[in-house]
Structure formats: structure tokens, C-alpha cells
């Protein structure tokens, strides 16, 4: 096999150890009918050398970490490159990545992989301009496939169910499903509502910080909610929560109930989202 076959077609075969083993064979075909893979391909490698199948998203589920973190950073490039472009895989791929966040059967690491990725995508996606919206005077700009904005839609919706996801060792999942979340900016109001309200039962300091920063990065684009935003934001910023850490070895009980409340202190992550919250002076 040439290099050039590896990193095209021979790297899409799944060749390797436990390669698509933890796919179902249902989605095995939904995989195969219903992503156009003729969109999912290398654009630096033309032909069929740099054409990706089915097995890509596959490899996603497999037990073996190594073989699902090839995978993803696939599937990174192949929907974005470098980040600064929308690619016509993107919106093919993107339920399944979605769907792949939300599985636990996949690996807690590959599903946050998964959503950096996602929040890169969205980042791209707000600032280019569908293709085919007609152009604008002067200079260039990346374009988003047309079926872009309709399929980020559908992902936002199915993402918001797993910021309430309490699964013991999740916490990171729930903080990146924040941060992609932050990026949907056409839908702020109603998502610095949800934000607010899951803080208050938040169980781990690393998911309620991302809170509060996905507040600060869509308060600029509220309508109903924005004084809100920036209210409860300061207040977080003077909000010690539920005070210093009781030592275990001194006292018990005292340190069981303290590890019960919820009340975090998020006031470095609140000064950082109150600068993004308001208006440069």
C-alpha cells in the first residue's frame, strides 16, 4: 500500500485492531444510506485515493481508543481542515457525531474530542455565509455548505438534553455540550435561560464554570435576556458558593455535606464571562 492509499481509501477500510467492532449492524446501515460519502472526502488527495466510507463514523464505536481517536481527528479534517473552513462533509457527518456524543458506549474522551470538534465547526459555521447566498462586495469569504445551517439546527436540539446528563464521569461531556452550545447565537435568549437553570443543580465545579462562560459568550447576542445575563454574571463574580473545603480527616460529616450542595464558586470563571458579557468600554 502506498502513502497515498493510506490516507485515502485504505485508511477508510477499518483495518486494524477492533476496528467498527462496537457499532450495531443498524448503524452500520444507516451509516452507509444515509450520509452522501461522496461529500466525505480529503480535498487535498483527489480520487478515489482520498475518498472515505461508512467505516470512517464506524471506527467512532470501536472499543479501541486508538482506532476511535484516528477516527475523530479524521473526521475533523475532513469537515474543516485547520478550523477556518466549513467543508461539504460537515453536514453529512454531523448526526452521526452528534449521535456518537450522546452514546455512552463510546469513549468519554472520544465523545469530548467530539465536541471540540463540533464547537470548531460551529465556530466556522457562524462566520461563513452559505454558499449560494450570493456575494459580497470585496475581499473573500469561507462558505458554509447549503445544507449547513438546517443541520447544526437539528444538532443543537439534540445536544440540550445532555446538559441535564448525571451520569457519574460525564462532567466533561456536560461542560463541551455547553461550550458548542455557546455558539449557537441565534438562539441566545433561550439558551441563557436553560444555562441559568441547569447551574443551579450543577454537581461538578468543571461543567457549572462552562456554564457560566457560555453565558458570558452568548449574553452579546440576547435580546430578552441580556440585562439578565449580565446581573447574574456579576453576582457570580462576588458568589463564594459553598465556602472553602471542610478537611475530610477533621471532620467527616461536615465534609459529606459540604460535597451534597451544589453551590460552586465560579468567581474567576464569572470575571472572565462578565468581560465577554459586556460591551468594550
Known amino acids: 500500500m502506498t502513502d497515498t492509499e493510506g490516507a485515502g481509501t485504505g485508511a477508510s477500510t477499518g483495518a486494524g485492531t477492533g476496528a467498527g467492532a462496537g457499532a450495531s449492524a443498524e448503524l452500520t446501515d444507516r451509516l452507509a444510506a444515509e450520509v452522501d460519502w461522496a461529500k466525505v472526502i480529503d480535498p487535498y488527495i483527489p480520487g478515489p485515493d482520498g475518498q472515505y466510507g461508512p467505516d470512517l463514523l464506524e471506527r467512532l464505536w470501536s472499543p479501541d481508543l486508538l482506532t476511535a481517536d484516528d477516527a475523530q481527528a479524521t473526521l475533523h479534517f475532513v469537515c474543516?481542515?485547520?478550523?477556518?473552513?466549513?467543508?461539504?462533509a460537515a453536514p453529512e457527518v454531523l448526526p452521526f457525531l452528534v449521535e456518537a456524543v450522546r452514546d455512552p458506549a463510546v469513549a468519554v474522551r472520544v465523545r469530548t474530542q467530539i465536541l471540540e470538534t463540533l464547537a470548531v465547526l460551529a465556530r466556522a459555521g457562524n462566520g461563513a455565509r452559505t454558499a449560494g447566498s450570493g456575494?459580497?462586495?470585496?475581499?473573500?469569504?469561507?462558505?458554509?455548505?447549503?445544507?449547513?445551517?438546517?443541520?447544526?439546527?437539528?444538532?443543537?436540539?439534540a445536544?440540550?438534553?445532555?446538559?441535564?446528563?448525571d451520569v457519574e464521569g460525564d462532567e466533561d461531556v456536560r461542560a463541551g455540550v455547553a461550550a458548542v452550545l455557546a455558539r449557537a447565537t441565534h438562539r441566545a435568549d433561550d439558551l441563557i435561560g436553560r444555562f441559568l437553570a441547569r447551574f443551579e443543580d450543577e454537581p461538578r465545579l468543571s461543567?457549572?464554570?462552562?456554564?457560566?462562560?457560555?453565558?458570558?459568550?452568548?449574553a452579546p447576542h440576547a435580546v430578552a435576556r441580556r440585562a439578565d445575563a449580565v446581573a447574574w454574571l456579576r453576582e457570580r463574580t462576588t458568589d463564594?458558593?459553598?465556602?472553602?473545603?471542610?478537611?475530610?480527616?477533621?471532620?467527616?460529616?461536615?465534609?459529606?455535606?459540604?460535597?451534597d450542595q451544589h453551590g460552586h464558586d465560579v468567581r474567576p470563571a464569572a470575571t472572565v464571562a462578565l468581560r465577554r458579557a459586556l460591551p468594550p468600554l
Do not use: F, H, N, Y
Open 240 to 259: 463564594a458558593g459553598k465556602g472553602e473545603e471542610p478537611d475530610m480527616d477533621d471532620d467527616i460529616e461536615a465534609w459529606l455535606a459540604w460535597m
Open 80 to 88: 474543516c481542515g485547520d478550523g477556518s473552513s466549513l467543508w461539504p
Open 207 to 218: 461543567a457549572a464554570e462552562q456554564l457560566v462562560l457560555a453565558v458570558g459568550e452568548l
Open 159 to 165: 445536544l440540550l438534553p445532555l446538559l441535564a446528563d
Open 135 to 157: 456575494p459580497k462586495s470585496g475581499g473573500r469569504w469561507c462558505t458554509a455548505p447549503a445544507a449547513w445551517p438546517a443541520a447544526w439546527e437539528r444538532a443543537v436540539d
